[in-house]
């Protein structure tokens, strides 16, 4: 059965994203861009132990480290914790943007990450109000009432204004995944072309995660990373270092 509609047609065969979306667009990949100065570079979630270790030592180790990360750890968790911050703000509901913080900022296995997702969400809030202010943001990031880590912070912005959720989570995620890769590069090191490489692998975990994150509630927040928990454990007394995580 055909379904009509009062849009115009495409033109050339390709379909016109609104002003809307280009707004949506331009912002996303804005915030969530490595020169957006929240100072990701200066982190590696516990990978520098990791490669002192020999748990990582190449691409492909790499890859499975950060694939295990995305999929059963701290990825998928700070997913999850974006997407309930921004279904709170878009409910206009105070009290559950206040839990979602709170358990976010409480829900990191050490000093050093949570060192790491709270300066970046403090950055991150501090720059967009500055910079990309809109009506009600203030009003959101005062409902949070203390720490303001990362995911929480892309979040309660991404809703504020108005950019839908989904492309929310697959960029945060993908920023995500980029910046591991940039410190593996830096400390196995990698060349370029081998840091795309691993970036291209992870695109179906990256999707994959997004969606379940999406989909997910806080009760199906849980980490099965023990090893990489460990490790960012044991940064914190890692006699040379590069990152301060």
């Known amino acids: 059965m055909l379904m009509t509609t009062n849009e115009p047609p495409p033109v050339d ?12 667009l331009y912002r996303l990949m804005t915030w969530l861009s490595p020169s957006f100065p929240v100072g ?6 516990g990978l520098e132990w990791a490669v002192e270790a020999g748990d990582i030592g190449d691409a492909a180790s790499l890859r499975e480290w950060l694939a295990a990360m995305l999929a059963d750890g701290s ?9 309930a911050a921004h279904r709170a703000v878009e409910a206009d509901n105070a009290r559950a ?36 202010d809109c009506d009600g943001l203030d009003q959101v990031i005062a409902q949070c009432g203390g720490t303001i880590v990362y995911p929480v912070a892309v979040g309660i912005v991404s809703a504020a204004h108005a950019i839908p959720l989904e492309p929310s989570v697959h960029a945060f995620l993908h920023a995500l995944v980029s910046n591991w890769i940039s410190a593996g590069a830096r400390l196995i090191p990698l060349g370029q072309t081998d840091s795309q490489r691993v970036l291209a692998a992870l695109e ?13 509630s806080l009760d199906d927040l849980g980490s099965g ?16 270092r590069l990152f301060r995580s």
């Open 97 to 132: 943007l206040r839990e979602v913080a709170e358990l976010a900022a409480a829900f990191v296995p050490s000093r050093e990450r949570q060192l790491e997702t709270s300066t970046q969400g403090r950055a991150f809030v501090e720059i967009a109000r500055a910079a990309w």
């Open 225 to 240: 990373t023990f090893r990489a928990d460990l490790a960012s454990l044991h940064h914190e007394t890692q006699y040379t």
């Open 13 to 24: 065969g390709r379909s016109a994203m609104t002003e809307v979306d280009q707004a949506a």
């Open 204 to 216: 179906g975990a990256v999707a994959a995660t997004a969606r379940r994150a999406i989909d997910a």
């Open 40 to 45: 990701g570079f200066s982190y590696s979630s």
């Open 75 to 83: 990825g998928f968790c700070d997913a999850v914790f974006l997407a």
